[in-house]
């Protein structure tokens, strides 16, 4: 496949509980529609990491998977956010580009299974982003790279309480915000990121957060000359971490005020003992 495209909401009526366990493999021609991109998207580079993914890792290591899988992903597949923005096309991507690997991701542990209810859900195939198979891998290392830096998204990934919870708030689009929620958790559990979060985004409605710590704006032209570039080798990182686009990186200062506010917040938080 060459060309994204956008699945129609009509064809979500075939995303049935065979669908979702893998025996039907419907067609859902009749509900795409044509994608057009100012800009080259490689869906084979996109296609080329998730098989990779899928070999290197068995089902059981799901976090590891996540982990080594956000970043390459977004590297591979490249967006603005505005064109992230668009639901019919996760929709396509999970439902016809790669709907294999959110069987794989997240199926039954048996997957030999012939439970028609034990497929994985609906919405990963074609939910919202942050449940969306595809769309919060590569919305979580959009929203928690450093700039070009993607060591944060691999960070907040290995605690899945972080894009269970802080991704899914309005407060991962403060840059300073995330960053320091990367720092402070680390070390710390799924308890501790989940009353971080919870805390975070409530005192977020009474405190301007961005008035606290600055954030530095996106570079239009960093993005730009992201987008265009025909240079995309899903193999060169496999090992190593590839480069994001060349996005100012967070202000140093900006993140210690961030975290001086976090350890605060924590100290009144109530962690869920069970």
């Known amino acids: 496949m060459s060309t994204v495209k956008s699945l129609d909401h009509n064809g979500t009526r075939l995303i049935t509980p065979a669908f979702r366990l893998g025996p039907d493999q419907p067609t859902f021609g009749e509900f795409e529609t044509n994608l057009a991109f100012d800009h080259p998207v490689d869906l084979v580079a996109a296609r080329t990491i998730i098989d990779e993914a ?65 497929g994985a859900a609906e919405d990963r195939f074609i939910g919202p982003e942050y449940k969306h198979a595809l769309a919060r891998l590569w919305w979580m290392a959009e929203l928690f790279r450093d700039g070009p830096d993607y060591a944060p998204v691999a960070a907040a990934m290995s605690n899945q309480d972080i894009p269970n919870n802080l991704f899914r708030m309005d407060i991962a689009h403060h840059r300073p915000t995330v960053q320091a929620a990367v720092k402070f958790l680390e070390g710390k559990g799924g308890r501790e990121a989940n009353a971080l979060a919870k805390a975070t985004n409530s005192a977020a409605t009474t405190l301007i957060i961005d008035t606290i710590s600055a954030d530095t704006a996106l570079d239009p032209a960093s993005l730009t000359a992201w987008l265009n570039d025909d240079d ?43």
Request: aromatic share 12%.
């Open 54 to 118: 899928m070999r290197r890792f068995s089902r059981a290591q799901s976090t590891a998977a996540d982990v080594w899988l956000a970043p390459r992903l977004h590297y591979a597949l490249r967006f603005s956010r505005r064109e992230a923005a668009r639901r019919g096309m996760w929709r396509w991507l999970g439902a016809v580009f790669a709907p294999d690997y959110v069987r794989w991701r997240w199926g039954p542990a048996d997957e030999n299974s012939d439970d028609p209810e034990a």
């Open 232 to 274: 995309i080798d899903p193999l060169r990182y496999l090992d190593d971490l590839p480069p994001g686009p060349t996005d100012p990186k967070v202000d140093p200062a900006a993140v210690a005020t961030m975290v001086t506010l976090l350890e605060a917040l924590f100290a009144e938080a109530r962690i869920r003992t069970s």
